[in-house]
């Protein structure tokens, strides 16, 4: 039977980003959950390492706090903690770290994605992702190059529905409307454009495909 981690070892985990399970820690702290199967290390360059979806599970029966989805959002995540775009964010910073942590993100889900599959594949979102609709789509959205929304609006904004596992994307250019839907499908999201009844505006609904 596998050891617990330590109290050293537990801060770790609740510490990982909560979109791509990255860590941070000592090279001793990460082998050990490594050997643990709480945490793998990247094949790829810079090699960083990521919670498995074991390191998941303990990192959510722990307690460690989920980044809030606010319907109107109105500042950044703190510092040091990776959090998607869904658009509205005043003082959002952009550029090539941002870049950069977005990557890094995306990579991750990706590799959570095949490590949930029997067959490896990646084209499905994974349970994860069925359970974070928001920020889910907003960083497929944002790993795509698309542009979020600022304070003032004038890009894609991600919200919750009332609908189980959908959510609804918002962007009032119609050609970025149909991107941001075309980047969903891409990404193993089951999508379809509606209109509301009130104002005539488009926006496009999307669901985590299962099959």
Excluded: N
Excluded at 33 to 43: E, I, M, S, W, Y
Aim: one cysteine or more; hydrophobic letters at 40%; aromatic letters at 4%.
């Amino acid at each position: 039977m596998a050891r617990p981690p330590t109290a050293a070892q537990r801060r770790v985990i609740d510490a990982a980003d909560p979109v791509s399970g990255r860590l941070r820690g000592t090279e001793a702290q990460l082998a050990a959950l490594v050997r643990q199967g709480l945490a793998f290390r990247h094949p790829r360059p810079p090699r960083e390492h990521f919670l498995t979806p074991a390191g998941h599970r303990l990192r959510e029966s722990s307690g460690a706090p989920e980044p809030a989805v606010a319907p109107e959002p109105s500042a950044p995540a703190a510092s040091g903690v990776f959090a998607a775009r869904i658009g509205g964010e005043e003082g959002a910073e952009s550029g090539p770290a941002r870049l950069r942590e977005v990557r890094g993100a995306w990579q991750g889900l990706l590799e959570l994605r095949r490590m949930t599959r029997p067959d490896g594949a990646t084209d499905l979102p994974c349970a994860w992702e069925r359970t974070h609709l928001v920020p889910a789509a907003a960083l497929a959205l944002e790993a795509a190059g698309l542009r979020p929304a600022g304070a003032e609006g004038g890009g894609y904004q991600v919200r919750a529905t009332p609908q189980p596992e959908a959510v609804a994307v918002r962007e009032p250019d119609p050609e970025a409307l149909r991107a941001c839907a075309a980047t969903l499908e891409k990404a193993g999201w089951q999508v379809g454009e509606h209109t509301e009844p009130r104002t005539g505006a488009r926006y496009v609904l999307a669901s985590p495909r299962r099959v």
